[in-house]
Structures are given as C-alpha cells and as structure tokens.
C-alpha cells in the first residue's frame, strides 16, 4: 500500500515460500520499481531483474526474503494519488512464462481489493455515524425532559463520556454580555465515587 501523505510503502500482507512477513514500511522512494510505477500510471514486468539492475546502475532493495529473478506489478490504485493496495507476484527461481496472464489477475485481485477496502472503510464510517446520531438522538431526548441548565449539563456531559469513553468531559459556556466563560468539568474517576 503506497501512503503517499507518509512517503511509505506499506505491506499489509507479504509471503513467501509459505513464511508470512511482518509489515515493516520502507520509503516509497527506496525503490526503482515504486518510482516507475507511480511516473507511468503502468503495470510493470521486469523478467530479469540482474539485467536489470545492471542496466540500470542500482540494485534493487530486497524489503523481505529473497531477492527476486522476475517482478510482476499491478497499478490499477495509481488513479488517485491516496493509499491503494498494489499487488506484486515475485519468481525467485524462472522468469514468469505468461506475463500478460499475470498482469490481468493482478489487475482484477487489486481491483477487488481496493473495492472490499473502500467498503470497509465506508462501513466503519458508517457505523461511527450511526453512534454520532443515537448520541445526538438521546442528548435531545434527555434535555428536552430537562429545564435545569445544570442539570441538561449533566446528561449531555454523561452521554459524551460513555459514547467516547472520555475520561474527563468539559462543558464551556461564553456570556456575550459579560465576555466571560464558565466552565464545568468533570472525570469518570470523580463521577464513579
């Protein structure tokens, strides 16, 4: 996954020859495959990646495991410069026999990807929302049966902290007239005793 706000490379998921790696982020830039992928928008093959670190003057960085004979990656993420899942298929043995095979099952797997990521993303948006509205919903229930201003405080206070499980929860009041402020605030710990 490129961040390109952090300038990292991000690998969620890597394995090889049956051995998962953690995701340790490298700098976009550390590597000639990322600047090629992100200046021509392109899949990438490189079938023999010796020649072409010789060609090139540069080695390759190897992130994790062995280094690579032959490096497939897909794009389709580059639309739009934010985080995207890029996937690669590595040969450590033979250079890959039927590229453009390669390159159309990374294309649709990194399409599906970032569709199940964006619903993810989207759900978990939702969901947060969903909590916003109940708190806002149960806030207005709770003040409207309240004419006590300390006491609509209190309710609007409580349903902060147990929404956000907020340790201390401070309510502001400015007085236009006067141009002070007032405040209330208070803890979970002083609420529980």
Known sequence: MYDFAAGLTHFPYTIERG????????????????????????P???????????EGGEAFPVQQGEPALSVARSSAHLR???????????????????????FALLATLAGSLSV????????????????????????????????DPQAIYEVVGDKIEEVYDA????????????????SRTWSSAASAS
């Open 19 to 42: 051995v998962r790696f953690p995701d340790e982020p490298s700098l976009i830039s550390r590597s000639p495959i990322n600047t090629q992928v992100i200046e021509t928008r392109a």
């Open 80 to 102: 739009r410069r934010d985080p995207r899942p890029d996937l690669v298929a590595e040969s450590r043995t033979e250079r890959m026999r039927s590229p453009r095979t390669t």
């Open 167 to 182: 340790q201390a929860v401070s309510i502001s009041t400015f007085d236009e007239a006067t141009g002070s402020s007032t």
């Open 116 to 147: 199940a990521l964006e619903n993810a993303r989207l759900i978990h948006e939702t969901r947060q929302r969903n909590v916003e509205l109940a708190l806002i919903n149960s806030v207005q229930a709770a003040v409207a049966a309240e004419l």
């Open 44 to 54: 990438v093959l490189i079938n023999d990646v010796p020649a072409a670190e010789r």
